[in-house]
């Protein structure tokens, strides 16, 4: 078996890993950097985290598959049975995609946090409460009577929230 024809593999194979490394390490870094300067909890940085390296580990999976040869009408299909087993996973739980969505929005774009005061308005129940975590999928307020409301937080960002204590 002739090894040094798949030297060039191999060397690209170690790049990719190594540029992996070094994507996760940059991305980690940057969010830690923007969730402490917004205050946001470390729970709340390490699954923001947790999300964006799951997606740069499939990119890289796919990266390596192109690098070893494996013929792009194979790596579509086999994307696309991937994709295609996922959504039918998914299909029942399609919440659960969007909750995760929906939390890392939540982590870069929304204008409360932790521990804020906050009118949920509603014109059937509208909601006092603090908040007391935010999750990957769900948010956990306290009413001033001390119940704890878990809100998925696909719900949770299409509320109108009114922030009590700015």
Not at 67 to 88: D, F, Q, T
Not at 111 to 123: A, Q
Request: aromatic letters at 8%; glycine letters at 4%; one cysteine or more.
């Amino acid at each position: 078996m002739d090894y040094q024809s798949y030297l060039p593999q191999v060397i690209a194979t170690v790049v990719i890993i190594i540029l992996l490394w070094l994507s996760k390490t940059v991305t980690g870094k940057l969010v830690n950097k923007y969730g402490s300067l917004l205050q946001k909890s470390e729970i709340r940085r390490k699954q923001t985290k947790q999300v964006i390296d799951i997606i740069l580990n499939i990119v890289c999976i796919i990266v390596i598959a192109v690098i070893w040869g494996v013929k792009s009408n194979n790596l579509w299909v086999a994307i696309s049975s991937l994709l295609a087993i996922l959504g039918v996973a998914l299909f029942a739980q399609w919440s659960v995609l969007s909750n995760v969505t929906a939390g890392v929005i939540m982590f870069f774009g929304a204008p409360y946090r932790i521990g804020d005061e906050i009118t949920i308005i509603d014109k059937d129940t509208p909601i006092d409460a603090t908040i007391e975590h935010i999750h990957a999928f769900y948010t956990h307020i306290r009413t001033s009577d001390h119940r704890l409301i878990v809100i998925p937080n696909n719900l949770f960002l299409q509320k109108i929230v009114s922030i009590k204590n700015q």
